[in-house]
Structures are given as structure tokens and as C-alpha cells.
């Protein structure tokens, strides 16, 4: 698992319009990286619905928003067109993020062992290195939370 101190994983992933997104492209900026389960799921709707209308806050505090999940970019599309997200929905079928970071767990289903994903959250400084690794989050209210993380760090208040 990461933890704050890090250096984040570099990472490139399509997001829903197929455009390429790199962690290099946020270099400069303070990124929110987070990880969830599936798009059109009570709990992940929720999340990246309180994401999208906090969007704005976290632009003013100089951050950027990420969701990535292993859906692929058709699915963000319509997920996102859905439920008006506008936050970008990065596709990770290969999973070569969410291992990178983490965010994968082997848990048992009907007898079988696979991998699910954890719902968690890094909040990644201007020169790239994780300042919050939060790992096993609640979906509801989450956003809020990270954007006080957020204000807190440009503040200087929180490292």
C-alpha cells in the first residue's frame, strides 16, 4: 500500500472521451486521484456526483479531479452523460493503475477468490508525491472530506 511520502505511480489511462491522461500532466497542480468501484452503482454515482458538484472548489484551491475505475471508456461515457458527472472517468481495464496504487484486493465470492477493488483516494502534491493516501473510503461525503484536505494543504496548514 501507498502512504503519504510516496511518489506517486505514474499512470496513463483513457478517459471516457479516449483522450490519453497522464500523471505528467498534472505536474504543477495538486491532483485527487480516486479509485472506485463501478460506474452506475448507488454508492459510486453518489461519489462521483459529490465530486463533479465540488469540481469548481477544488479548481479555485488549484486541484484537478481523477475517478478511475476498471470499466472501460464506453461505459464512463454513459455513465458519465447519465448522471451529468463532469468529473474526467479514467478506464483502467487492464488494471495497470489500480495495481500500481494499490486499490486492489483478492476477496472470496461464491467460493471463488478474485480481485475487487478498494474505494480509496490519493491526493497527489504539485511535484508528484502523495500526500493522502486514504484507502477503504465511504462514498457519501467523501468529496467534502478530501476537499478539506485539500484547503488545509494550500493553506499550508496540513502536510
Known sequence: MLKAGDR??????PDADMNIVELSQFRGKTLVLYFYVRDDTPGCT??????SELE???ARLGASVLGVSRDDCIKHGEFRDKHGISVRLLADKEQTTCAAYGVLQDKEVDGVMRKSMARSTFVIDKQGVIRHALYGVSSRGHAAEVLQLVALMSKGELN
Open 8 to 13: 506517486a505511480p505514474d499512470f496513463s489511462n
Open 46 to 51: 453518489a461519489e462521483a456526483i459529490e465530486f
Open 56 to 58: 469548481n472548489d477544488f
